[in-house]
């Protein structure tokens, strides 16, 4: 447990995860005066946690085994599939999902007992959003806590 604890690779991606969650969740009550608990582990807005969370890991990676590793490049790999199905796949399935309800809710004949989820995906804005503050959030911490002056 201690080698978990003292891991980098495991605890900044996490941390930087659950803050952009709980950010959208603060700007989420914010915006609409009341609490949406779905907003802490849902997914899409503004910015991804997901981005944000796979650009921290290899952002750790980076500093840590060097932009040249064989292990930098399949984080970073990773990385651009998991923004890309987040821009993409996910985004047009939350589409596809809004244009369903909107079909359901117009016939009374279609009986499905809850909506099915429309914010799905992200933006490219929110998606570059969430990859910078990843970046960028990972850098402060690994500094703060691994870097010796």
């Known amino acids: 447990m201690e080698a978990f604890k003292g891991n980098s690779a495991v605890w900044i991606p996490f941390f930087v995860w659950v803050f952009v969650q ?15 608990i779905q907003r802490i582990w849902g997914s899409g807005g ?16 980076g ?7 064989t292990l930098f490049a399949m984080s970073l790999t990773f990385a651009c599939i998991v923004m890309y199905d987040a821009a993409g796949v996910r985004r047009a399935a939350g589409k596809q999902a809004r244009v369903l309800n909107q079909i359901i809710e117009g016939d009374k004949d279609i009986n499905i007992p809850e909506k099915l989820t429309e914010l799905l995906g992200h933006t490219p804005k929110e998606v570059i959003i969430g990859a910078l503050v990843g970046i960028f959030l990972t850098m402060i911490l690994y500094r703060q806590f691994y870097v010796v002056s």
Do not use: Q, W
């Open 63 to 69: 500093i840590r085994e060097g932009v040249g590793s």
């Open 22 to 36: 709980l950010f959208k969740f603060v700007i989420d009550f914010i915006t609409y005066r009341k609490v949406n």
């Open 46 to 61: 503004m910015p991804s946690a997901h981005s944000a969370l796979v650009c921290s890991l290899a952002t750790v990676v």
